[in-house]
Nanobody
Framework: QVQLVESGGGLVQAGGSLRLSCTVS????????IGWYRQAPGKQRELVAT???????NYADSVKGRFTISSDNAKNSVYLQMNSLEPEDTAVYLC???????????????WGQGTQVTVSS
């Protein structure tokens, strides 16, 4: 079982910055990718940024140039540095880990509980 715990959300004015952290209970060689998604009220959950097991980073077009995802394997953590925040970034941000399960031969999604980010105009 993989557990994810997020922190770092809060209220910030437009143009400000926040740094989200996600601590993973354990890192395994079966990790396919780890990253961040977000869900705003009345909207579908969407990808924000991910890091693959090979180190490739993937960003949503709406956050490119403003957000940066990074990881620290020694701390079993992944971070999301968010700069130049906009009111449209307001959402619950969720940490996600995609882990390959060799028994059932499929990728399993694990989710944190989420952290609220609110950007005021």
């Amino acid at each position: 079982q993989v557990q994810l715990v997020e922190s770092g959300g809060g209220l910030v004015q437009a143009g400000g910055s926040l740094r989200l952290s996600c601590t993973v209970s354990r890192i395994t060689f079966n990790f396919n990718a780890i990253g961040w998604y977000r869900q705003a009220p009345g909207k579908q959950r969407e990808l924000v940024a991910t890091i693959s097991s090979g180190g490739s980073r993937n960003y949503a077009d709406s956050v490119k140039g403003r957000f940066t995802i990074s990881s620290d394997n020694a701390k079993n953590s992944v971070y999301l540095q968010m700069n130049s925040l906009e009111p449209e970034d307001t959402a619950v941000y969720l940490c996600n880990a995609k882990v390959y399960n060799g028994v059932i031969m499929r990728i399993i999604d694990y989710w944190g509980q989420g952290t609220q980010v609110t950007v005021s105009s």
